[in-house]
């Protein structure tokens, strides 16, 4: 039985609670902390775990085997540090941190430690459609890859949102995907900008990214905040032999009165749930080899970095990572 201890029990913490006690197995849920006693007190509620004063005496409590942490990402850092410290397993939603200098402090105290004990939440490797993808293109069956585009359209977003949470907080997703995806770095950035939604208020919305990777594949990301229609997630890889598409993840469509319809899901807890579901499953189980970890935190972060700087200058910046340490 793994016990696990949960900082932040906000939106994700609390569905990642219920995955951890209803959906996973051997998983049970001891100590929680929340800078908001309320939902600290919901998740005590429906899993029997105590209530910590803050996310540092979770992580050092007697039954806590492995932490995962839910707060805002300006938080992570400390936690993340404090789980390594403590040789203690650590799933930390993402962003790992919220910057390249604070995520390599990461790196290097996992490093230090010599053991991999940090996954991060970037969950769309665990997602069926993407690792079909994957399989597909590794295979060969499309030839070399020439080519991605995708679309990142989001129904809407929280009120926090500044033009930079488009980036950090959504096409961060595609950042390491596309990592994963290509087995390979991203070496710069542009970012453009459309002609502005009169959905998105003050924030520069849609933007399309354009990464250059490291194999001269390029990937362009559209980024939708305020698509109002739906959730809407999409990737094409185009090869010289062919193209390999993320597939319609509807269980239904409808013929009626002249029209075919089928639904859109509302967020990403709709469109991700069951990749949430393997990527948690998969963590307790033990750190599978392409499982994001530090150095993925890292890299994303200075990718993320680069592109913000690319949205306030509209220039292209091309992207430095630090040494990789033998660990990662
Ligand atoms: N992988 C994904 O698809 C995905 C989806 C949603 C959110 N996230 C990430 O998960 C994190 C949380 O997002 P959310 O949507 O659940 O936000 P949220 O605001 O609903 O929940 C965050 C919770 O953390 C608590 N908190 C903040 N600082 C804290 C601290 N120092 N100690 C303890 N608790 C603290 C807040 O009180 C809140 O209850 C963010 O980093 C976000 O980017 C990832
Ligand atoms: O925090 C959420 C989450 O990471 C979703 O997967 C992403 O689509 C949203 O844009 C973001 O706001």
Redesign the pocket.
Known sequence: MTRVGVVGAGMIGRDHVRRLTSVISRVTVTAVADVDAGAAALVAASTGAAVHPDGLAVIAAADVDAVVVCSWGDTHEEYVLAAIAAGKPVFCE?PLATSPQACLRIVEAEAARGTRLVQVGYMRRYDAAYRALKKVLDSGAIGAPLMMHCA?R?AA?PDFYRPENIIT??AV?EIDMVRWMFGTEITAVRVLRPRASRNAGAIPDPLLLVLELANEVLVDVEIS?NARYGYDIRGEILGENGTAALGDQNPITVRRAGHLTSPVPAD?RER?GPAYDVELREWVAGHMPDAPGAWDGYAASVVSDAAVQSLRTGERVPITLAARPKLH
């Open positions: 993402k990142h989001n977003v907080d959504t997703h905040v990403w991700f």
